[in-house]
């Protein structure tokens, strides 16, 4: 059953990251605001979900190892990217030495990490991490640690509304993830006891159907919402809506037994951290070939399929050699030196 459970997990992650490359290609509006509406909610329920299941033993230390460690090589190496090549191409504004103190503020919006906005995540992530550990090694009943995610949420949406700086690591959007994280914690049991059977199938389809209409009809009320930027709309529905897409994910999940997604899943680490540099170069090349316009390929579904399914065959041979030669840059167990050890 819980091989079952990680494959699921798995899958969730290979369709949350194929979200997120599709809403960084797209400038269709339509598109982003359904995906916005749930994509980044279901990164940080699927944490919650692995938190759950984690080892407790040395937790702080792996999550520096699993999340920060990850944060600042790849910050590091999309930011010379950015500053010695593209910069120079696309003429941005920002000045150097604002995004490379941004590495260390990592403060939330899309003005912060230009080099690859992404990266605001990570941090937000340990942050919240980090802080429900806290929580959950003082209090063990889950109907207090509930009261104190309503409390966290009511203040996220006081901080989104009230606000005039964002804070370092987006602890201000921490306090709106970690909803979604605490949720995905407390909801583990449960969802790992609702089992793959043949007889409950046609009623996944049914609330899958349900789920999906419920997300995207209040994310169309809902309008364009996005938590790097802290932009909630009507934070009700944002809520509702978002939750409502990950349950929609969670039953297609148990209902599939695709590889692909599965692989992209485990590897959406480092998906996530390469893609956004990739993007640029991709969209910049096939927009010269084509002679298509930018805005074109970037707003035609088919368009922004191609793109995505060039961006991740461009990261395959990354997801290989990170894996094979450097994984302890994303966060992983240096394989081949405890080979070496092995062998000695």
């Known amino acids: 059953m819980e091989a079952k459970r990680d494959i699921t997990i798995d899958i969730m992650k290979g369709i949350g990251i194929i979200a997120v490359l599709f809403g960084h290609v797209s400038q269709n509006k339509l598109l982003n605001v359904w995906i916005y509406s749930f994509h980044m909610p279901l990164f940080f329920f699927l944490s919650g979900i692995t938190g759950y299941i984690s080892k407790k033993e040395n937790f702080f230390e792996k999550k520096v190892k699993s999340l920060l460690i990850p944060y600042f090589i790849f910050s590091?190496?999309?930011?010379?990217?950015?500053?010695?090549?593209?910069?120079?191409?696309?003429?941005?504004?920002?000045?150097?030495?604002?995004?490379?103190?941004?590495?260390?503020?990592?403060?939330?919006?899309?003005?912060?990490?230009?080099?690859?906005?992404?990266?605001?995540?990570?941090?937000?992530?340990?942050?919240?991490?980090?802080?429900?550990?806290?929580?959950?090694?003082?209090?063990?009943?889950?109907?207090?640690?509930?009261?104190?995610?309503?409390?966290?949420?009511?203040?996220?949406?006081?901080?989104?509304?009230?606000?005039?700086?964002?804070?370092?690591?987006?602890?201000?959007?921490?306090?709106?993830?970690?909803?979604?994280?605490?949720?995905?914690?407390?909801?583990?049991?449960?969802?790992?006891?609702?089992?793959?059977?043949?007889?409950?199938?046609?009623?996944?389809?049914?609330?899958?159907?349900?789920?999906?209409?419920?997300?995207?009809?209040?994310?169309?009320?809902?309008?364009?919402?996005?938590?790097?930027?802290?932009?909630y709309s009507n934070y009700l529905l944002y809520f509702i809506s978002s939750f409502s897409g990950i349950a929609c994910i969670y039953l297609f999940s148990t209902l599939i037994n695709c590889k692909i997604l599965s692989f992209l899943g485990v590897n959406s680490l480092i998906i996530m951290c390469v893609h956004e540099p990739l993007k640029r170069i991709i969209i910049k090349i096939l927009s010269v070939i084509t002679k298509t316009d930018l805005g074109l390929i970037r707003n035609g579904i088919i368009s922004i399929f191609i793109c995505t399914s060039i961006i991740l065959l461009c990261i395959l041979p990354l997801i290989y050699m990170f894996n094979k030669f450097l994984p302890v840059v994303v966060g992983k167990n240096n394989n081949l030196k405890r080979k070496k050890v092995h062998a000695v």
């Not at 590091?76 to 090549?85: A, D, K, M, P």
């Not at 150097?96 to 992530?125: A, D, T």
């Open 76 to 231: 590091l190496l999309t930011f010379i990217y950015w500053s010695l090549i593209e910069r120079k191409i696309r003429s941005d504004s920002f000045s150097i030495s604002s995004q490379f103190w941004g590495i260390l503020i990592s403060q939330g919006g899309s003005e912060n990490h230009v080099y690859n906005i992404v990266m605001w995540f990570l941090p937000c992530l340990f942050v919240t991490e980090i802080i429900f550990y806290l929580i959950r090694k003082e209090i063990t009943q889950s109907k207090l640690i509930y009261v104190i995610l309503f409390i966290f949420s009511i203040l996220g949406f006081i901080l989104s509304k009230y606000l005039p700086i964002r804070l370092p690591w987006s602890i201000d959007t921490m306090f709106v993830g970690i909803v979604f994280y605490g949720i995905g914690y407390l909801l583990y049991n449960k969802l790992i006891n609702y089992e793959k059977n043949s007889e409950k199938k046609i009623l996944k389809y049914l609330l899958m159907f349900i789920f999906l209409i419920i997300n995207f009809y209040l994310a169309l009320i809902n309008g364009r919402v996005d938590m790097n930027n802290g932009v």
